[in-house]
Each structure stands twice: as structure tokens, then as C-alpha cells.
């Protein structure tokens, strides 16, 4: 019991030493996770030399991404006891609206690692800024263009009713309708933008994609860029909604 605590008590106090909660996070699931293993299973699927890594942390800590050469990034599960249906579900649904997205979507490869058959997920590496690293005052000034892209986004995502994934949703007869559909889940941390034209690369991360209410995704603090951002997103949303159900009308 002691040798097999020993490890969980030398993380933790060197995480301890760590002010940053995101990346006391990121530290601790890099030591807690056998990543010798995981770079190997890397080497073996790429085929070519690793000369450039970067590691990150999913949501609650419940993953660990791996980015390589700036060209993959590979998701391995940590903590999550369903991360086998997340990942095989997160797939279908990328497969199933990358073709109606207007804003490009990764695709997602799955391998599997392993005698337990770990399903980890291969992206394409994006290049670009979150939300959160673009400046403040860039945000604000280019809020507008912005929301348009992702207004847009979300408009013709959440409209659209494919086929392939109507069994994902909680009731599969259930149909979009104002504020309600298809969403990424959280548009505003998962956006990636050129910082130089402002132009939307990609939507990443649909590990928690679903079918229900828009407007949670839509609150964030008060006097924040993102709260602007997203308060504008909105205003184009309705602005689209209303001219698509006027065009429906006259048809």
C-alpha cells in the first residue's frame, strides 16, 4: 500500500509547487500518465521521427493530448469511465457534419491502443488562436466579423437533422427548431481564429457535441471579451434565424 501510494504522493507534491490551476492540472496528468507507452504508440502509428512535442489537458482533466510535429494530435482517455462511447459518438457526429459545417471541423481517426483496445483519437494539428490567446482588445475590435462566422455556424449546424446520428439525440424523433439543435457545446473556447485576418479556421473538440438548448453555451461573465463576443453571436443568430424562417414561409 505504501510503494503503491508513493507515486500518487510524489505528484501531488510536486504539483503543489504549481499557482496555476490549468497547469497544475496538465503537470499532474502528464506524471500520473504512462507516457513512454503513449510516445511509442505515437512512433509506431506516424512511422516517421518525432522532433517536436507539446502536451495538453482535456476538460476536467480527463484527457491527455499529445501534440506532434504541429501536424497530429493524439487524445488519450485518463479518468473518464465512458470514454470509449465518447470517443466512438464524437466520430460519428464529426463524420456526420463536417459536410454541413461552414467552418471547417477535424476529423477524427480512431486507433486503438493496446490489449484493452484504448480507443485514442487522431486529429489533424490546427493552426491558429483560441478565443483565449487572441488579445483582448482584438477581440472586441473585430467582434463583429467574428460573430458572423460563428453565428453562421451554429445557425446551419443546429438546423440540420442527419441521418446517421438521429439516434444520439435524447428523444431521435425530437427536431431543431429556434435555439435548439446540433452544437459543438462550448463555440467560444473551441474556436480557432488567424489572428492576423480574424477569419475562423476551425471548430475543434466535439467530444461533448448534442442535441438540446444553444443557450447555455451562450453565458459568460459579465464584462468579459467573451461574453461580447458571444452576446453579439447571439444578435446574428437571431438575425439568421428570422430571415430563414421568412424564406421557408414564402416557399
Given at each position: 500500500?505504501?510503494?503503491?501510494?508513493?507515486?500518487?504522493?510524489?505528484?501531488?507534491?510536486?504539483?503543489s509547487f504549481v499557482w496555476n490551476k490549468r497547469?497544475?492540472?496538465?503537470?499532474?496528468?502528464?506524471l500520473n500518465s504512462p507516457m513512454a507507452r503513449e510516445?511509442?504508440?505515437?512512433?509506431?502509428?506516424?512511422?516517421?521521427?518525432?522532433?517536436?512535442?507539446?502536451?495538453?489537458?482535456?476538460?476536467?482533466?480527463?484527457?491527455?493530448?499529445?501534440?506532434?510535429?504541429?501536424?497530429w494530435i493524439?487524445?488519450?482517455?485518463l479518468y473518464r469511465s465512458n470514454f470509449r462511447k465518447l470517443a466512438e459518438n464524437e466520430k460519428r457526429i464529426v463524420d456526420a457534419l463536417q459536410p454541413i459545417s461552414p467552418i471547417h471541423i477535424p476529423s477524427v481517426e480512431l486507433l486503438y491502443m493496446g490489449r484493452d483496445k484504448i480507443p485514442v483519437r487522431k486529429y489533424e494539428f490546427v493552426h491558429g488562436?483560441?478565443?483565449?490567446?487572441?488579445n483582448p482588445n482584438m477581440v472586441l475590435k473585430h467582434k463583429t466579423k467574428l460573430a458572423r462566422q460563428l453565428a453562421n455556424f451554429l445557425y446551419q449546424v443546429s438546423?440540420?437533422?442527419?441521418?446517421?446520428?438521429?439516434?444520439?439525440?435524447?428523444i431521435p424523433d425530437d427536431?431543431?427548431?429556434?435555439?435548439?439543435?446540433?452544437?459543438?457545446?462550448?463555440?467560444?473556447?473551441?474556436?480557432?481564429?488567424?489572428?492576423?485576418?480574424?477569419?475562423?479556421?476551425a471548430i475543434i473538440d466535439w467530444e461533448d457535441a448534442r442535441f438540446g438548448d444553444l443557450s447555455p453555451q451562450m453565458g459568460y461573465n459579465k464584462n468579459s471579451p467573451q461574453r461580447e463576443l458571444m452576446d453579439a453571436v447571439r444578435h446574428e443568430y437571431d438575425a439568421l434565424y428570422k430571415s430563414g424562417c421568412k424564406h421557408a414561409k414564402k416557399r
Open positions: 500500500m505504501i510503494f503503491t501510494s508513493m507515486p500518487h504522493f510524489l505528484t501531488n507534491l510536486l504539483c497547469e497544475r492540472n496538465r503537470v499532474r496528468a502528464v510516445i511509442r504508440f505515437i512512433r509506431r502509428d506516424l512511422g516517421t521521427k518525432i522532433f517536436k512535442i507539446k502536451t495538453f489537458v482535456g476538460y476536467q482533466g480527463r484527457s491527455l493530448l499529445i501534440a506532434v510535429n504541429d501536424q493524439y487524445k488519450f482517455p488562436c483560441g478565443v483565449r490567446q487572441l438546423i440540420s437533422d442527419p441521418a446517421e446520428i438521429r439516434d444520439l439525440k435524447p427536431t431543431p427548431r429556434y435555439m435548439y439543435g446540433w452544437s459543438q457545446g462550448d463555440l467560444c473556447d473551441n474556436f480557432f481564429a488567424d489572428p492576423k485576418t480574424m477569419q475562423v479556421i
